[in-house]
């Protein structure tokens, strides 16, 4: 298969860094289960919940990151590959001081809005407190974590993770068990892994490329500005739907009972788990999309189009048939309540359709991401968005859960089918 050994450099050190993400709350959570109280495992729940929703809609950064540099760098425009990574450094670095400054409000207000007792919200909101300060690390990591990836390197950003995850355990550790501190040293060693991290990226940069430095006029240029942020309001757009859509899911089956609730969230483990794999694909997509389309060459772009569909096809059928014979299995190691398995186990049929249906999703996002494609992401996402809530009204009064899987599956299935139609528009212009 023709560019399997550049996809295969990239997506594989992305699939182990995918993997490793996370690592860092669930660290957080396996120390504080040792601390001796069910509150302070909650309030880590909570606050993480926090965290993962406000950095999840500000991921757009590494994303518009990576389409910009591949192309830069496969015109072998050296000048514009540094700009770039300047750019997005400042702008990522005011996102973190303007998230620290927010942060007290909108993180009460999604607390309050969580509804926990007083001493989980409480904990929580000291846990936050703290690892808020980490913000502008999380932010300047995802502007070098772009800026990696479009410059066709995914191993920088693996060890980062590795790193990172490190630093987090023995820190944490240290703190928890060796100072006595409570919830303040698991949050203080999620923080210090996040500036760590950072701070290695940017030294792998300096070492290894030794980018020049730009004036700051150049970096704050109108034009440029008005450019990177027109493709990251696409992104961060295309971004609240599928946080919308995810949020949905979980309220829905909440609504159904503790059960339902519990089920679809380990089956929910299933689809994470393929998601790792093809977001690493995913990656490849970016970055060799990208250099192509930088360089001119349509007819290596074409070629890895194909290449990369049918490593996705693949990939689905694999996972697909990995959860007919063994899914029962590895939910039987998530959770222990018979009742809930057996709930599980009544929807595993879902759980074996996502991968069929979900994977040209992924790898459009990441072929749009790198050609800077990025409305017709959205537009996707908001088709796709429609039709799972229109799906779900229509049908849940009838089908119960299963309206809501099927509604999930053709939420990611429309989502793959309107980038290719909106892919074969673009490419005839």
């Not at 040792?34 to 509150?39: P, Q, R, S, T, Y």
């Not at 701070?199 to 970096?219: F, G, N, Q, T, V």
């Not at 059928?317 to 309540?337: P, R, S």
């Amino acid at each position: 298969m023709k560019h399997f050994a550049e996809i295969r450099s990239i997506a594989l050190p992305a699939i182990v860094s995918n993997i490793t993400t996370p690592i860092l709350s669930l660290v957080d959570v396996a120390i504080t289960g040792h601390i001796g109280d069910a509150v302070y495992i909650g309030a880590i729940a909570l606050g993480g919940t926090v965290f993962n929703i406000l950095y999840w809609l500000f991921n757009f950064l590494r994303m518009g990151t990576s389409g910009l540099t591949a192309q830069a760098y496969g015109a072998a425009d050296r000048r514009r590959t540094n700009l770039i990574l300047w750019r997005s450094l400042a702008v990522g670095l005011a996102l973190g001081i303007a998230i620290i400054a927010l942060g007290a409000p909108c993180g009460h207000f999604v607390l309050e809005f969580m509804d926990a007792d007083d001493s989980t919200q409480a904990l929580a909101s000291h846990y936050f407190s703290i690892c808020i300060y980490g913000a502008p690390a999380v932010m300047a990591t995802y502007a070098f974590t772009g800026w990696f990836i479009g410059m066709q390197n995914s191993r920088a950003p693996m060890w980062v993770a590795i790193a990172t995850n490190v630093v987090n355990i023995a820190v944490s550790a240290s703190l928890v068990f060796g100072f006595g501190l409570k919830i303040e040293g698991v949050a203080t060693g999620t923080t210090v892994a996040q500036w760590f991290g950072a701070i290695m990226a940017m030294l792998i940069i300096l070492r290894k490329y030794s980018p020049e430095r730009m004036p700051w006029r150049d970096i704050l240029m109108r034009s440029g500005l008005v450019s990177f942020f027109k493709i990251n309001s696409d992104i961060f757009l295309r971004t609240a739907c599928l946080v919308a859509v995810t949020l949905w899911f979980t309220h829905a089956g909440a609504v159904k009972g503790v059960d339902i609730l519990a089920a679809n969230a380990l089956l929910l483990q299933l689809f994470m788990l393929f998601s790792f794999f093809m977001d690493g694909f995913a990656f490849a997509g970016e970055a060799l999309a990208g250099k192509y389309y930088g360089r001119g060459d349509s007819s290596a772009l074409k070629t890895l189009i194909k290449s990369l569909m049918k490593t996705g096809v693949i990939c689905a059928l694999c996972f697909a048939v990995l959860y007919i014979v063994a899914g029962e299995q590895f939910l039987g190691l998530l959770a222990e309540d018979r009742d809930v398995l057996m709930v599980a186990r009544r929807y595993m049929p879902w759980a074996v359709a996502v991968p069929l249906c979900g994977f040209a999703a992924f790898i459009w996002d990441g072929i749009l991401i790198g050609l800077t494609r990025t409305r017709a992401m959205l537009i996707a996402m908001a088709a796709a968005m429609i039709i799972f809530f229109g799906m779900y009204f229509m049908l849940y009064g009838t089908m119960a859960n299963d309206a809501l899987w099927l509604s999930f599956c053709a939420y990611l299935a429309t989502r793959g089918m309107a980038e290719t139609i909106l892919y074969r528009r673009f490419s005839k212009k």
